[in-house]
């Protein structure tokens, strides 16, 4: 594979702004998305979540009416469901944040663990950094 020096350097000229961004904005944006919380009501109206920008249940409020239904295993899958959409709105939130200097779907996969997506990522940069596809 033939090695296109000016874009190699423009890549890496590319990756250095990105950085000194990041560098500049960090506390900034990190401050910004420990203080996510996201609070998410279940369909019923009887169930309430505030969850942190990892997915961290905060706190729960459940209604007293949800007690007039002894369904144990129906509370349960939505007080689950519940924090799960909390906790996908954190996610999203946290993902905005980052926005300015980290595409979002490679944020998102940072942040969802996805070290197979992430890596396909950074090697698409480098083949469009280097001017082949």
Known sequence: MDVDAAGLQAYADELQA????????????????????????SANGLVCATVGAR?????????PR???????????DT?????????????????????????????????EGDVETVMKQLAGQMVEGDGHR
């Open 79 to 111: 007080i689950t469901d519940t924090i799960h959409r909390a906790t996908a709105k954190a996610l999203d939130k946290v993902v905005e944040i980052f926005e300015s200097v980290v595409p979002a779907d490679q944020m998102r996969a940072h942040l």
């Open 18 to 41: 990105r950085f000194m961004r990041l560098q500049s904005e960090a506390l900034s944006l990190h401050g910004r998305a420990r203080a996510v919380e996201v609070t998410e009501k």
């Open 55 to 63: 997915g961290d249940l905060i706190r729960l409020d459940l209604d």
């Open 66 to 76: 949800v007690f007039r239904d002894p369904d144990a295993q129906g509370l349960a």
